[in-house]
């Protein structure tokens, strides 16, 4: 399996993305230029956290008009494997890959922390390593990372069960005291209706080696690889 991971102007979790499939995984691994237009070659895109383009019209909007995200839509709409973290979950719904939008914190501050989630699907590639109603451990680091919709489009993701993680207490209560960001029903992560494509406010990368304390991270990766090698 090929990894690619778009690096911006301003990214700063490339190689953190980088070095959870390449040395972690041991998967070979592209580091991909923002001006790059062919990414053929791939089977996952990662699209990073960090500050793209230095966000400062808005996280991800300028983003979205890069070469290399043009393309990410194209290996999109070929069914083809895409993974936005943080500010790569923004990138993405400025994109329109994903539905909706991330907005400031609900207490305008920056917020950096170990999160406990509830998995809430396992039947993807994805999230098919960890066991339905699990609670993990992530670290978030983010001031725009609200998850808001629209009333219809919020109900379109519950019903398509397009939530893939939720903010919760560590016995896996959705409360609002353990939502650190206000995200509209709790939630820290959605995919597409396909599946293909899933966004993400917590940072898997940064929970894959023992050395961190933590590899709850790990399984989302390991789950995606031998997703695709047992089909291969």
């Known amino acids: 399996m090929k990894f690619g991971v778009i690096v911006f102007p301003g990214s700063n979790c490339d190689r953190d993305a980088a070095m959870a499939t390449r040395d972690i995984l041991q998967q070979p691994t592209r580091m991909v230029w923002h001006e790059e237009s062919d990414l053929s070659d791939l089977d996952v895109i990662i699209v990073p956290g960090g500050f793209s383009y230095g966000d400062y019209l808005r996280c991800g909007a300028i983003a979205r008009f890069s070469p290399a995200m043009q393309a990410t839509i194209d290996h999109a709409n070929q069914g083809k494997l895409v993974l936005g973290v943080c500010n790569g979950f923004q990138v993405l719904t400025e ?12 207490n305008l501050s ?9 998995v809430e699907r396992t039947d993807l590639p994805w999230t098919q390593a960890y ?24 109900a379109e993701l519950e019903d398509n069960q397009q939530v893939l993680f939720r903010y919760c207490t560590p016995t896996g209560q959705v409360t609002p005291e353990s939502n650190p ?52």
């Open 110 to 118: 920056f917020v950096c922390d170990r999160i406990s989630l509830r």
């Open 181 to 232: 960001n206000g995200s509209l029903n709790n939630i820290a992560g959605i995919c597409n209706r396909r599946g293909n494509v899933v966004g993400m406010m917590p940072h898997p990368e940064r929970a894959t080696d023992p050395l961190l304390g933590c590899t709850d991270g790990l399984v989302l990766f390991q789950g995606l690889l031998s997703k695709v090698m047992a089909i291969a």
């Open 131 to 154: 066991q339905q109603g699990q609670v993990i451990t992530l670290p978030i680091a983010h001031g725009e990372g609200c998850y808001y919709a629209d009333a219809d489009t919020l």
């Open 95 to 106: 994109a329109g890959l994903l539905p909706g939008a991330l907005m400031r914190n609900r």
